[in-house]
């Protein structure tokens, strides 16, 4: 009987210690909101489609999720309320710069970023590219509105913090949670509307988050954050970059028109591997010769542009976008062209990046 009162007490003991021990040990995550369907409200729980995003401020959304407080020490900031179509060049610039800070608080473990998913793979990307951090970045956004029926927002939101306070979610770049998956910020796109499946990244995810644990299949081998020549903290303003989609029939004034309005590089999402009609060459020769970069992507969804096949590359001075869709390329020429007009040097970092 004396015993196992011991035993009961040792065991009091023992859970009151690993209570207070988890409460001392969780980590601190810092929810950043920006917007978006995870934050967003509709009519009725039936509206999956018709909805305003951007209605929930961080603050409710934190307290609708109190299984949050059981896996880390919760704050949240509204840096934006928008939807994530409204992104610019100056937004970007600004949640880089807040997270940069964020980041070297001794006080954050972690940071998530709620956003919006249209422009999501473009945000993550951008700051992998720029935030110099090993601690865990992590982006995700839902495509139901918070008011639905299944809303997806809970539990994306429950693992992008679960992510953002492992410490083996360290080193590996900005993260994306979406639909119980750990992906790449650098590698994901939407490529799905509508459907909560709606993300998936060419080469795979690097994990899965499933009941607050996370499983790690991969790490990402291209330079992301602490390894990157781009800092946040140093850049101002990003170079101006255009996309110009091409299809059977494209007029050359569409690219003569992103030249004339002062883009440094025109991002040329490009039929099959890059390609183009023969018409258009000679517009893009001239155009490269006025000093503006011409970066063939390619509009196939998972598309890898192969350099000096279909276009002679090196004899038009053009460089290739590697794996990179034309909306990523074009963040990553927006920020490399801040530092750089080579375009040996921008081929470098389509390698690299
Ligand atoms: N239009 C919304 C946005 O990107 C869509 C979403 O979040 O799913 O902000």
New binding site residues.
């Given amino acids: 009987m004396l015993i196992s009162m011991w035993k009961k007490l040792a065991l009091v003991g023992l859970t009151a210690t690993a209570l207070v021990a988890t409460a001392a040990e969780k980590p601190n995550v810092v929810i950043v909101a920006t917007?978006?369907?995870?934050a967003?409200a509709g009519a009725s729980t039936a509206n999956s489609a018709v909805y305003q995003?951007?209605k929930v401020k961080v603050d409710q959304l934190i307290v609708a999720v109190p299984e949050l407080t059981n896996v880390a020490n919760v704050r949240g900031e509204q840096i934006f309320a928008?939807?994530?179509?409204?992104f610019t060049n100056d937004r970007l610039l600004e949640l880089g710069k807040r997270i940069s800070a964020l980041s070297k608080q001794a006080d954050v473990d972690g940071i998530v970023i709620t956003?919006?998913?249209?422009?999501?793979e473009e945000t993550a990307y951008f700051l992998n590219l720029t935030v110099h951090t090993d601690k865990p970045i992590v982006v995700v956004?839902?495509?139901r509105p918070s008011t639905a029926m299944s809303a997806d927002g809970v539990l994306n939101l429950y693992d992008a913090v679960v992510v953002a306070g492992s410490p083996d979610a360290k080193g590996k770049g900005v993260l994306v949670t979406m639909n119980d998956q750990i992906d790449s910020g650098r590698d994901i796109t939407k490529a799905v509307n509508i459907k909560t499946s709606?993300f998936s990244s060419q080469w795979g995810p690097l994990g899965m988050v499933v009941e607050g644990k996370n499983y790690w299949f991969r790490a990402p081998v291209k330079r992301h954050t602490t390894q990157s020549e781009f800092d946040i903290d140093k850049i101002n303003q990003l170079a101006p970059v255009e996309i110009v989609y091409a299809y059977g029939n494209v007029p050359p004034t569409l690219y003569e028109a992103a030249a004339a309005g002062g883009a440094k590089a025109i991002i040329h999402a490009g039929v099959g591997n890059g390609g183009m009609g023969k018409w258009l060459v000679p517009t893009l020769q001239n155009i490269r010769q006025q000093g503006v970069q011409i970066i063939r992507a390619a509009r196939v969804p998972n598309g890898i542009v192969i350099r000096n096949a279909d276009q002679p590359d090196d004899k038009y001075d053009w460089v290739v976008a590697h794996d990179l869709n034309p909306q990523k390329a074009r963040i990553l020429a927006s920020i490399a062209l801040t530092q750089t007009n080579s375009s040996q040097e921008l081929q470098r970092i389509f390698w690299e990046y």
């Fill in positions: 917007g978006g369907t995870i967003g995003s951007a928008i939807g994530s179509e409204s956003h919006g998913t249209d422009t999501l956004g839902s495509m709606a």
